[in-house]
C-alpha cells in the first residue's frame, strides 16, 4: 500500500475541485452558427483519451428538444463527444418534482412535447392540438383555420389538473387563447362556471429568458415575452395575478441546484475524489445566466453560514464535533439532489451574445453597467447588484483560460 500512496496522492491531488456550467446560445453558438471561440476552448477540456478534465453541464434556457438531441447537436458544434447526462435543458428539473407527474397536464411549447413531457416523468399528457381538436370552436383568431359553425359532438375530455410551458411555442393566438380557456375553467374547458375559480389551477413556467440571440443583429423574443402576454391577458381579464407554482430555468435557483446535482454526479461517475467546491458559470446574458450564478452564490453563502451556526450551536451543546455529514442537510429541495460541498459559483459573462461591451470598456475583473431597464421576470425582485459579473471576457475561449489560471489548474 505504501508504494501506492504517492501515486494515490499525485492523482487526488491532480483531480478537478471545480465545474464549469456553460450556456449555450450566445456563448457556444447563435442560432445554427458555432461561434468560432467554442471549439477551441473545448479541445483545452478534454484529455487524449477523448475524456473531459473537468465536469461540464451545459445549462440552457431551452426547451424544444429532449436532452439527447440537444446532446447530439452539441457534439456536431464542438467536435466533441457530448452525452445527454451534460445537458440541462429549462425543464429538466421538472424530474425531481414526481408529484406532478401522474397529474393531467396542458403542455405548452414546440417540438416534439409529448416526448419531451415524457422523458421527464409525465404520465397524463395534453397537447395543445389535442385540446384544439377535442374543442374546434375555442381556436377562431386564425378566419383560415375557423371550423364551420355547427353543433359540437359531446367530448369526454379529461379534466386537467396543471399547464406547464417549456417554451415559446408556434402560433401564439392559439396557444393564449386555450391556456386563458383551461384557467377560466378549472382545466375543463367544456364547462362555464358560475364564477372565476381562484387561485387557478398549477401553473409551472420554464424559461423566463425576455431576449435571445440568433444570427439576427439583435436579440429575438423569448418564451418570457410569451409569458408576459399570458399574464398580461389573464389579469386584463379576470382583474387578478396570473400565478406560478414553480418558475424554471435561470435565474432560478431551482436550476441551479440541480445543475450542481448534475456536476457531482458527473464527478462521481469518473471516480473523482476531490470534493467539488466551485461551480463557474459561463453565460452572456447578465439578466439570466449572471444573475442566476450570482443568486445561487449567494445561497451557498447564506447556507454556509447557516450550517456553520448550526455546527457551532451542536458543538456547543456537546452533540458532535465541528464537521457535518453532507448528507445531514435538511434543506434538500427534492429527491434525487442532495447537500454538496459546493461553496461558491462564479459568474464569467462573455461578450458573444446578448452582451456587448461599451466602446472602449476593459474586459476583465469588475463591474458591469446593466441599464435603467429591467428584462427580468415579474416575480423576480431587481438586484442591481447580482446583474454584475465577477469577470468579463471576450468569448468561451478566454473564460477556459481564466479559469484554468484562477483554480491553478494544470490540465495532465
Not at 121 to 129: C, P
Not at 314 to 330: F, H, I, L, N, S
Amino acid at each position: 500500500m505504501g508504494d501506492f500512496a504517492p501515486m494515490i496522492m499525485q492523482l487526488f491531488y491532480t483531480q478537478p475541485c471545480f465545474g464549469l456550467l456553460v450556456d449555450i446560445d450566445g456563448v457556444l453558438v447563435r442560432g445554427k452558427t458555432p461561434i468560432p471561440a467554442a471549439r477551441k476552448a473545448f479541445k483545452k477540456l478534454m484529455n487524449m483519451k477523448g475524456e473531459f478534465l473537468v465536469p461540464v453541464v451545459f445549462v440552457t434556457n431551452s426547451g424544444n428538444c429532449v436532452r439527447q438531441t440537444k446532446a447530439d447537436q452539441l457534439t456536431q458544434v464542438l467536435g466533441v463527444p457530448i452525452s445527454q447526462d451534460q445537458v440541462m435543458m429549462a425543464h429538466s428539473p421538472l424530474r425531481m418534482f414526481k408529484h406532478y407527474h401522474d397529474k393531467c397536464v396542458l403542455v405548452s411549447g414546440q417540438g416534439p412535447v409529448m416526448d419531451i413531457a415524457k422523458s421527464i416523468g409525465f404520465t397524463h399528457i395534453i397537447t395543445m392540438e389535442m385540446l384544439r381538436e377535442a374543442f374546434p370552436l375555442l381556436d377562431m383568431m386564425d378566419h383560415d383555420r375557423k371550423p364551420a359553425l355547427s353543433s359540437p359532438k359531446p367530448v369526454k375530455f379529461p379534466n386537467i389538473e396543471a399547464i406547464i410551458l417549456f417554451c415559446e411555442p408556434m402560433q401564439w393566438e392559439t396557444h393564449l387563447q386555450l391556456i386563458i380557456d383551461v384557467l377560466l375553467t378549472a382545466g375543463n374547458p367544456d364547462c362555464i362556471p358560475r364564477q372565476l375559480l381562484y387561485p387557478h389551477i398549477p401553473v409551472v413556467a420554464c424559461n423566463m429568458d425576455l431576449m435571445w440571440v440568433a444570427e439576427g443583429k439583435t436579440p429575438r423574443f423569448g418564451h418570457g415575452i410569451f409569458v408576459l402576454c399570458l399574464e398580461n391577458i389573464y389579469k386584463k381579464i379576470t382583474g387578478k395575478v396570473l400565478k406560478y407554482e414553480l418558475v424554471l430555468g435561470k435565474p432560478s435557483e431551482i436550476t441551479y441546484h440541480y445543475a450542481e446535482y448534475l456536476i457531482r454526479a458527473q464527478a462521481a461517475e469518473r471516480g473523482w475524489l476531490k470534493p467539488i467546491h466551485t461551480l463557474y458559470a459561463i453565460g452572456d446574458n447578465p439578466m439570466t445566466d449572471i444573475y442566476g450564478a450570482n443568486l445561487y452564490n449567494r445561497y451557498l453563502e447564506e447556507e454556509s453560514s447557516a450550517k456553520g451556526s448550526r455546527v457551532q450551536a451542536k458543538v456547543a451543546a456537546g452533540k458532535q464535533t465541528a464537521t457535518v455529514p453532507q448528507d445531514e442537510d435538511p434543506d434538500v429541495i427534492a429527491s434525487e439532489p442532495t447537500a454538496g460541498s459546493v461553496t461558491c459559483c462564479k459568474s464569467v459573462l462573455v461578450c458573444t451574445g446578448v452582451y456587448t461591451p461599451p466602446k472602449d470598456a476593459i474586459l476583465g475583473h469588475g463591474e458591469l453597467t446593466t441599464g435603467a431597464v429591467f428584462h427580468g421576470h415579474r416575480d423576480i425582485t431587481l438586484d442591481a447588484d447580482l446583474s454584475d459579473a465577477d469577470y468579463i471576457v471576450p468569448d468561451i475561449d478566454a473564460a477556459v483560460d481564466l479559469i484554468y489560471k484562477l483554480e491553478e489548474y494544470v490540465p495532465k
